[in-house]
């Protein structure tokens, strides 16, 4: 079935350095992808999207491309700053599921 | 700005209590989710509704039911609270024509401890 796969947190970094999370999916159609994130204590909020392949999302300093022959959705920033700590999601939506599918999420802790 | 709010941020409960979870949407959203949420587990959806009076079970429907009876409400309803419920819940909502687009929106979740 449709699903998502995200690369294990904590991810650990200092303030102004480059970040990725890795996100890969797999999903017998062109599914749409999303970025969540939720900060401490909240709930998730949309940070990014694309719909169709070669889409590149982009919010608050962090991007994610949609690249369809790598089943992939990363997202970058290329530089945190503390205020980014939080568990970011990867997400697809399928018609056919008819519902969004989440990977497991990352934690991220930026340190001053 | 469009808002799904629920009712209570924090809540306890004692064990064996009946517990109502309300969750309101002002989008006029025909989807409404329930998600619980715990460390290392993931978002895992608990019931959902595609429209008034219509529920489907998650992935882990046991020990809860819901109630979806205007548009705007879902419920989530713990018969008999148990201390393995304790756990941050999540409602969400999402129009049919558009969660290809846009996602789903969510609340800012409810902190359930039961003792």
């Known amino acids: 079935g449709d699903s998502v796969t995200q690369m294990e947190g904590p991810v650990t970094l200092s303030e102004e350095a480059f970040l990725t999370i890795n996100c890969t999916y797999t999903?017998?159609?062109?599914?749409?992808l999303f970025w969540y994130v939720q900060y401490p204590g909240e709930g998730l909020q949309l940070l990014l999207k694309a719909t169709k392949a070669d889409d590149k999302g982009s919010n608050k300093g962090f991007e994610a491309t949609y690249r369809k022959e790598t089943t992939s959705f990363h997202l970058e920033k290329g530089s945190v700053q503390v205020s980014d700590s939080a568990v970011y999601f990867c997400a697809l939506w399928m018609d056919s599921s008819y519902k969004l599918i989440f990977g497991s999420g990352t934690r991220l802790l930026v340190r001053p | 700005d469009v808002k799904v709010t629920q009712s209570s941020r924090y809540l306890v409960k004692r064990t064996g209590e009946k517990v109502f979870l309300e969750c309101v949407q002002d989008m006029d959203h025909e989807n409404m989710f329930w998600y619980r949420q715990d460390p290392g587990l993931g978002l895992r959806l608990i019931y959902f509704?595609?429209?008034?009076?219509?529920?489907e079970k998650g992935d882990i429907p046991e020990g809860y039911s819901v109630s979806r009876e205007k548009k705007e409400r879902f419920s989530l309803i713990l018969e008999s609270a148990s201390t393995n419920q304790t756990s941050m819940y999540l409602c969400?909502?999402?129009?049919?024509?558009?969660?290809?687009?846009?996602?789903?929106?969510f609340g800012s979740g409810t902190r359930l401890t039961v003792v």
């Open positions: 509704s595609y429209d008034v009076k219509m529920k």
């Open positions: 969400a909502s999402s129009s049919p024509q558009g969660a290809h687009r846009y996602g789903y929106t």
């Open positions: 999903a017998t159609g062109y599914p749409s």
